[in-house]
Structure formats: C-alpha cells, structure tokens
T-cell receptor, first 111, second 116 residues
Framework: QKEVEQDPGPLSVPEGAIVSLNCTYSNSAFQYFMWYRQYSRKGPELLMYTYSSGNKEDGRFTAQVDKSSKYISLFIRDSQPSDSATYLCAMSPSAGNKLVFGAGTILRVKS | EPEVTQTPSHQVTQMGQEVILRCVPISNHLYFYWYRQILGQKVEFLVSFYNNEISEKSEIFDDQFSVERPDGSNFTLKIRSTKLEDSAMYFC??????????????FGSGTQLSVL
C-alpha cells in the first residue's frame, strides 16, 4: 500500500461548482496535513495547513482531516477557471519533518 | 514578496556529466531542502540542510548527490555523474524558524533537468 494515495484525475468541473479533492494515507504517525496548488512549470504553493483532525476554512477553501479514517479532503467552493491546477496533498509526522506528497490531482474548471 | 529563486530553469546534460543546480533561498531562512518530481510522479524529498550540514536525506540521495551552501546566499545540489533516471524537475525550498515550520515552507519554481 502506498504511503499516500491521491486520484490523479483529471477532474473537470464547470465554473461555480464545488470541488472535492481527497487523499488517503497509511502512516498513522502523520499529524500535519497540507494542500498545495501547483501551476504548470511552477513550484508547489501552500494553500491549507492543518494539524491533527478537524476542519479549517480559508475563503473558498475548506480542509478536512479525519485521522480515524486516514482520509483528508480539500473543498473548493465557487470554483473559478483560475483554480485550474494540480492539487497536491502532503503530510508529515512532525512540524518540521520532510513532507510526503500524494501524486496530485489535475483540476480543470471550465468557464 | 520574497521568493526562492532557482537557476537555470532548464538544464540539459549528457549521461555521466556533472551538473550543479542552484538556488537562492529567502534571505533570512535557515532550513533548506531539495525535492524532485519525475514527470508524472509525485514530489519526493531528497535532502534537508541546516547549520551547514545535512539533517536528513532520503534513499534517493546517494553518493552521487551532494549539497553545499558555498556562501551566505546560495544553496546548490550537485549530481556527480548523471544517469537517465535523474531526469526530473528539482525543487529547492526554504523556511525560517517558526512554531509551525511546514506552514512557512516556500518552494522555488524548479529546474527541469534532462539527461540524454
């Protein structure tokens, strides 16, 4: 079983849709969970950072962590064409440790 | 806004040649990293560097790889004898001291290395 699994997509949605992106993981030591956005030929850019289980909201983005199920989600409300990118989940067992990334989900928002 | 700068953006080299990938981290940062992403695969950790020494490295980071902070501003990754499978996008990242360090980790735009 891969340490972090993420459906690569592509996921294609109309503008204004709610997008749900997910990752599952196998290592119960992971405590810190992140979502990154990556545009073509650019480095990952941090979107959301959460610790342990629970929800976190920032504007149109909501991150959820369910440690009991080893499942994390990112929701994007009112999706825009500018949200079209690859979304990477990442996690680590402690605050400053190396990150373990998922494979990334390609999102396309059509206008 | 401060950013991590990587040069060159593209590097083409012949198998067996040495390459040096260069990074200028954000100026007051203390922790430096290299990650790589083979086309179509996930971003993978290579090495972390703090206080002029390697703090952690992955299995990928074998004897062919080395890192250096030759002066107060640059952070380099050297591959001594490149192999075809070293072809990838290499990302440099840096952060300062922070209670939530991974929240303040910034990535550069990457160097696309192509080994022919």
């Amino acid at each position: 079983q891969k340490e972090v699994e993420q459906d690569p997509g592509p996921l294609s949605v109309p503008e204004g849709a709610i997008v749900s992106l997910n990752c599952t993981y196998s290592n119960s030591a992971f405590q810190y969970f992140m979502w990154y956005r990556q545009y073509s030929r650019k480095g990952p850019e941090l979107l959301m950072y959460t610790y342990s289980s629970g929800n976190k909201e920032d504007g149109r983005f909501t991150a959820q962590v369910d440690k009991s199920s080893k499942y994390i989600s990112l929701f994007i409300r009112d999706s825009q064409p500018s949200d079209s990118a690859t979304y990477l989940c990442a996690m680590s067992p402690s605050a400053g440790n190396k990150l373990v990334f998922g494979a990334g989900t390609i999102l396309r928002v059509k206008s | 806004e401060p950013e991590v700068t990587q040069t060159p953006s593209h590097q083409v080299t012949q198998m067996g040649q040495e390459v040096i990938l260069r990074c200028v981290p954000i100026s007051n940062h203390l922790y430096f990293y290299w990650y790589r992403q083979i086309l179509g695969q996930k971003v993978e950790f290579l090495v972390s560097f703090y206080n002029n020494e390697i703090s952690e490295k992955s299995e990928i980071f074998d004897d062919q790889f080395s890192v250096e902070r030759p002066d107060g501003s640059n952070f380099t990754l050297k591959i001594r004898s490149t192999k075809l499978e070293d072809s990838a996008m290499y990302f440099c990242a840096s952060r300062g001291n922070s209670p939530r360090p991974n929240e303040k980790l910034f990535f550069g735009s990457g160097t696309q290395l192509s080994v022919l």
